[in-house]
């Protein structure tokens, strides 16, 4: 039997840690490529359904923004219409932006708070969710419980309490906590 060599010693040993480290960052990529894929359940559905409400003409919500079907805004102005069908579309189209959005944070989450986001960047947008002290706090902890009190201070609109949000945040954060 052959005897090793110092140097073949360091690099038999270089070449393992190199391949236990790209095991381990492709372990990561596994795992954070499909914790970040996921998607609205009906839970989630049906609570961005209920707080949104169907309607199939035009109107300014409490925030002044023209508004149609499902809570969508994009393009949206005064006389316009749309079916239920159309409405169902706009829904499942918003609903996949929020998803990724929410996506994009790389959160360690359960469906239920997944769900409960996504309803939340539904109503307020990515960019307020991105500089949420919500998103700061489920990063540093998902189930810190002073969680549920941010989901509360977003309540406003047009400077007022509109009691519909009180509503909504109060569901969203039953749901993430549930």
């Known amino acids: 039997m052959k ?7 360091v690099i038999i040993s270089s070449v393992a840690v190199v391949s236990l480290t790209v ?12 914790r970040t894929n996921m998607k609205i359940s009906a839970n989630g559905l ?3 359904k209920k707080h949104e409400g169907l309607r199939l003409t035009a109107y300014q919500c409490s925030a002044d923004v023209w508004t149609i079907g499902y809570g969508h805004t994009k393009g ?22 929020a998803e990724k959005a929410v996506n994009r944070q790389g959160l360690a989450i359960n469906q239920n708070q997944f769900d409960a986001l996504v309803s939340f960047v539904f109503n307020l947008g990515e960019t307020a969710f991105r500089s949420s002290t919500l998103l700061k706090k489920i990063k540093a902890n998902p189930n810190d419980p002073t969680i549920a009190s ?8 047009g400077g007022n309490v509109i009691t519909g949000l009180v509503a909504r945040r109060d569901n969203e954060s039953n749901l993430y906590f549930g």
């Open 150 to 157: 941010e989901f509360a201070k977003w309540k406003y609109a």
């Open 3 to 9: 005897t090793l060599t110092n140097k073949q010693i």
């Open 76 to 97: 949206v102005s005064m006389g316009d219409t749309c079916t239920q069908e159309q409405a169902e579309q706009w829904l499942m189209e918003d609903i996949a932006r």
């Open 46 to 48: 049906n609570l961005i």
């Open 23 to 34: 095991a381990a960052i492709c372990y990561i990529i596994f795992n954070l490529m499909n």
